[in-house]
């Protein structure tokens, strides 16, 4: 699976948009991304996934750049329980969800 | 409907000493995994399952054993605890053809 780089902390103002970068230069053309949050050490939770063209759901939007080098999560307005450490991860689509590699993610503070 | 559920939530092992984590989930899914997340880490595999009756390593295999003789359960034992198994475990699954994996609460050890 290709690499993930991220920053390691980010901090957003309640209400605001957070937009969270993570870059994936070594991504092949079977990859998907993905991104999970962990609130503060409990079970990672899933938000999002996509291939090449940009996603969106109830939780947040997946903005993932032409040449899928890096991609962007947004928290289009985020609140305090959105403190969490966000992982982005590079796999293969659908069977490969039991074995996923982790990185360190970001740590995502939300201030009031 | 509980999704994943591990047990205990908490445990203090001596050295040499033997337990099982539990892990169940009650939506049929195929997949199971276990991973061990260590301060400031991220998480890493430690072995999976695609269904009853196989398993395999993941990352860090080494010091458990796993086995999966029905769907709904997965326990990860530990033969013989050293001090470098001090981790928080957690148990994931999901279905064959999704893309999202669902993660249980976290066992928290500590071998001393």
């Known amino acids: 699976d290709a690499k993930t780089t991220q920053p390691p902390s980010m901090d957003c103002a309640e209400g605001r948009a957070a937009n969270l970068p993570c870059n994936h230069s070594?991504?092949?053309?079977?990859?998907?991304v993905y991104w999970y949050r962990q609130i503060h050490s409990q079970g990672p939770q899933y938000i999002i996934h996509?291939?090449?063209n940009n996603e969106t759901n109830e939780m947040a939007s997946l903005i993932i750049t032409e040449d899928r080098k890096s991609s962007t999560l947004i928290l289009p307005h985020a609140t305090l329980r959105d403190t969490a450490v966000y992982y982005c991860?590079?796999?293969?689509?659908?069977?490969?969800?039991?074995?996923?590699?982790f990185g360190k993610g970001t740590l995502l503070t939300v201030n009031p | 409907n509980a999704g994943v559920t591990q047990t205990p939530k908490f445990q203090v092992l001596k050295t040499g000493q033997s337990m099982t984590l539990q892990c169940a989930q009650d939506?049929?899914?195929?997949?199971m995994s276990w991973y061990r997340q260590d301060p400031g880490m991220g998480l890493r595999l430690i072995h999976y399952?695609?269904?009853?009756?196989?398993?395999d390593q993941g990352e860090v295999p080494n010091g458990y054993n796993v086995s999966r003789s029905t769907t709904e359960d997965f326990p990860l034992r530990l033969l013989s605890a050293a001090p470098s198994q001090t981790s928080v475990y957690f148990c994931?699954?999901?279905?064959?053809?999704?893309?999202?994996?669902?993660f249980g609460q976290g066992t928290r050890l500590t071998v001393v």
């Open positions: 996509g291939l090449k």
């Open positions: 399952s695609v269904g009853a009756g196989i398993t």
């Open positions: 991860i590079v796999s293969d689509s659908g069977g490969s969800n039991y074995k996923l590699t």
């Open positions: 070594t991504i092949s053309g079977n990859e998907y």
């Open positions: 939506m049929n899914h195929e997949y």
């Open positions: 994931a699954s999901s279905y064959l053809t999704s893309d999202e994996a669902f």
